[in-house]
DNA sequence: TAAAAAAAATGTTTTATAACACATTATCCC
DNA sequence: GGGATAATGTGTTATAAAACATTTTTTTTA
């Protein structure tokens, strides 16, 4: 992609009347521009790795990223899935601390970073845009603690749908009204939903002879959405 | 206990040089002082249910209180353990919303609970303090990730081990300098560590038969501490 | 201080899910 | 375009941990 589009696709961050930063002063936006940088990640690249240092504030302009942590034999538990305007690895930079996770690009994707100096020194005088990053992260805190909940006590089914109402949530349908906007990896689906690959295509397959959901290779629809909250509530 | 004694209590969460409000000027402190109240729940008493609205910041200055969600079935899952001057449930604050989870003392507590309005008033004004705030809700949301995974994907005796060594980082060792300074029940520990009761007292007595450990009734005494580390990082 | 209730301890059975094995189908890339 | 590699699908077995059952001990309270 050509640089000026890259420089096109951070604009909302500060420029748009929704983004966060949108109160700062024209100088302020000038200041963060000047201290930003676009990169593109193709499908399948690492943002970062646990342990890395963060370097900025990384908003993803465009593309789907996972976010994961490596646990007991080098197995993945996706910790969350980032879409775009949101906002990826904020947490170690707010922490002072590496990164305990890694971020790797489901499809190609934009992202503008925010170089870290420059933003607290601007987060240092302004309480307000500091504490609308802070309700993201009490946002994200309560998402976290409610999956570890679900992760730790729901079956399967529960886990697996809830994972599939999850990618609805952050992704969206496509125009049809019911195929999810997101085409995971049967191992990412099993990764995101804390069971083992086989257990996830298994358990897909079950749902859609159950006519909960239709499966075209990677492509899901969701057939009785009402249903498949059902499972996930009830397991 | 006498009110006095009450308000001396909640003195370090605001005059303490090492309180996150120690940057405030006296007249904010006075603020907040006039718009603060403190509270003693007996042992075993609610402080917060899911569902309620945070009126303000708790402040644990004495005690032990632990937050929790209930889950499958009303299955508890222990989401936290709060010692002494911490926050207690200034994730829902944050967000703007209602409580996420539950807190209740597992002894006699005193908290301070500052106001919400007077808080944020100030907060307004004050980065530093936001950022202070938000630093620690980083570290907890750190920490839940890591939870999620190691409740997950460890075996019985990792998650067991993994609890044992939490009580020691949060609430210290006693004088003999191998005593966890927390006395809890089996049933709390279970819940701490995603097991049944009877799962988590069956695992005790074997770390207690492997000498990692000794028991006497509530009182858990670490015989080897890097022993059980191991056990907790291996399962 | 006795009775009742709660907590702790322990043995047995059941079950959900991981682990394993292998077949089939896509997709990558030389 | 075809060989290699990765992803998907399915059946079988093994096992960790829940569920259940019962006893013993401790704590509460009447």
Redesign the pocket.
Known sequence: MALKNLEVACDYFLNDPDSIFSPLSEEEKKDLFANHICTVYKKGEIIFKEGDKPTGLICLANGKVKIFKEGV?GREQIVRMASPLGFIGYRALFAGQNYSGSALALEDSIVCILEKEALFNILKNNAEITLALMKKMADELGISNTRTVSLTQ????G?LAESLLLLVDTYGLEEDGRTIRAYL???DLANLS??????A??T??TFASENLIS?E??KISILDMKKLERVSDMG
């Open positions: 034999g729901k079956h399967i089914r886990r990896s049967r191992e804390n069971m083992t690959t086989s257990n295509i298994r897909l397959s499966l290779g990677r």
